[in-house]
T-cell receptor
Framework: DAGITQSPRHKVTETGTPVTLRCHQTENHRYMYWYRQDPGHGLRLIHYSYGVKDTDKGEVSDGYSVSRSKTEDFLLTLESATSSQTSVYFC??????????????FGPGTRLTVT | TQLLEQSPQFLSIQEGENLTVYCNSSSVFSSLQWYRQEPGEGPVLLVTVVTGGEVKKLKRLTFQFGDARKDSSLHITAAQPGDTGLYLCAGARGSGTYKYIFGTGTRLKVLA
């Protein structure tokens, strides 16, 4: 258990509304990630963070922004939700295994439905 | 571009049978991880392999990293209904990297 919580766990919203998902971790991990999981696509990286106020884009970042003002919180914002953003969103942290190698641990997920 | 191909995509077997799931790529990875995911939950890390040719065992699960670090396999001996789930592999490229590429998964169902 890497001490990762996500909120909300479920959300239904309307097209065009802003939505913010929160990821909270309790173990001071430097690296945090947001993924989306869709049938046929597996897990795809949206954005990641390598420290407070240090973030970068993943492979499917269009329509999403992130912020990390504290080590423990990583926020994902959909500025204007679209139906194509209906998905399950997972937050993850990366923890050093040994030497240069890291392991990822995932939160429980947020199921977002955009109607 | 999907860099990690998993096969088979779906697998339904009887309790007690053996099975192997494959994770293949044309790219070299510095490390590779296997996860199991159950419905409504996040992926749970099973193992990380970092050395070409490495074999790791976790009870009835055996993981192997290919010599060329481009592929991996997961073998389950005497499968049980509790092994049912989505199995995902994920590769990290470059040492010290903290970004991962995921395969599309193998959905396993073990029938009692």
């Amino acid at each position: 258990d890497a001490g990762i919580t996500q909120s909300p766990r479920h959300k239904v919203t309307e097209t065009g509304t802003p939505v913010t998902l929160r990821c909270h971790q309790t173990e001071n991990h430097r690296y945090m990630y947001w993924y989306r999981q869709d049938p046929g696509h597996g897990l795809r990286l949206i954005h990641y963070s390598y420290g407070v106020k240090d973030t970068d884009k993943g492979e499917v970042s269009d329509g999403y922004s992130v912020s990390r003002s504290k080590t423990e919180d990583f926020l994902l914002t959909l500025e204007s939700a679209t139906s194509s953003q209906t998905s399950v969103y997972f937050c993850a942290i990366s923890e050093r295994l040994i030497g240069p190698y890291y392991e990822q641990y995932f939160g429980p997920g947020t199921r977002l439905t955009v109607t | 571009t999907q860099l990690l191909e998993q096969s088979p995509q779906f697998l339904s077997i009887q309790e007690g049978e053996n099975l192997t799931v494959y994770c293949n790529s044309s790219s070299v990875f510095s490390s590779l991880q296997w996860y199991r995911q159950e419905p409504g939950e996040g992926p749970v890390l099973l193992v990380t392999v970092v050395t070409g040719g490495e074999v790791k065992k976790l009870k009835r699960l055996t993981f192997q990293f290919g010599d060329a670090r481009k592929d991996s396999s997961l073998h389950i001996t005497a499968a049980q209904p509790g092994d049912t789930g989505l199995y995902l592999c994920a590769g990290a490229r470059g040492s010290g990297t903290y970004k991962y590429i995921f395969g599309t998964g193998t959905r396993l169902k073990v029938l009692a």
